[in-house]
């Protein structure tokens, strides 16, 4: 199993201009989940997913849009780069059944800078 | 709201000594209480969790304990090592939602 993949590791990005991250996971997790963790700082949710075709906002939602077309992927899109979203993305996922919650599963990040 | 309060924010000790790092929640529905480790650059990647029928549970040099009537649980290490140095972040999930509310992370320093 590869886990959980993001693509691509870094990125440089020009302000205004837009590009999508991806996630892709082979575990069979229901969940998967976006956070962005700025420089010395917590995890911050931005989307999360419960399954193909659910999504729905997290704490940071804005600028950012996310799609759930299939249970392994799940993109992260920015439209309109600007500054204030360079940061390092961590896509995750779990498995939930039953109400019985299981650790998530990082991805090794993208880190993105928009200059 | 919901939130989780993560002390202290840096830890420095003496390879050998021991580490507490302590963590309290504020949702009672919490029942799930992951710990996870994140080295510079790198994703964070789960050491130890706990869930709320079990009081304490060790993992060799690692342990974590749970008071759910103060809503407290605490990451202890032993025997600390330079390789144990790195961010440590505590998480409180309640049962049946997707919810993961991480604390704000320790900065745990093994001097050799």
């Known amino acids: 199993n590869a886990g959980v993949t993001q693509t691509p590791k870094f990125r440089i990005l020009k302000i205004g201009q837009s590009m999508t991250l991806q996630c892709a996971q082979d575990m069979n997790h229901n969940y998967m989940y976006w956070y962005r963790q700025d420089p010395g700082m917590g995890l911050k949710l931005i989307y999360y997913?419960?399954?193909?075709?659910?999504?729905d906002k997290g704490e940071v939602p804005n600028g950012y849009n996310v799609s759930r077309s299939t249970t392994e992927d799940f993109p992260l899109r920015l439209e309109l780069a600007a500054p204030s979203q360079t940061s390092v993305y961590f896509c995750?996922?779990?498995?939930?059944?039953?109400?019985?919650?299981?650790?998530?599963?990082f991805g090794d990040g993208t880190r993105l800078s928009i200059l | 709201g919901e939130n989780v309060e993560q002390h202290p924010s840096t830890l420095s000790v003496q390879e050998g000594d021991s580490a507490v790092i302590k963590c309290t929640y504020s949702?009672?529905?919490?029942?799930?209480f992951p710990w996870y480790k994140q080295e510079l650059g790198k994703r964070p990647q789960l050491i130890i969790d706990?869930?709320?029928?079990?009081g304490e549970k060790k993992d060799q040099r690692i342990a974590v304990t749970l008071n759910k009537t103060a809503k407290h649980f605490s990451l202890h290490i032993t025997e600390t090592q330079p390789e144990d140095s790195a961010v440590y972040f505590c998480a409180a999930s309640p049962s049946g939602t997707y919810k993961y509310i991480f604390g704000t992370g320790t900065r745990l320093k093994v001097l050799a």
């Open positions: 949702d009672s529905a919490s029942n799930y």
């Open positions: 706990i869930r709320s029928n079990v």
């Open positions: 995750a996922s779990s498995y939930q059944q039953r109400g019985r919650n299981q650790p998530q599963h």
């Open positions: 997913s419960v399954g193909a075709g659910i999504t």
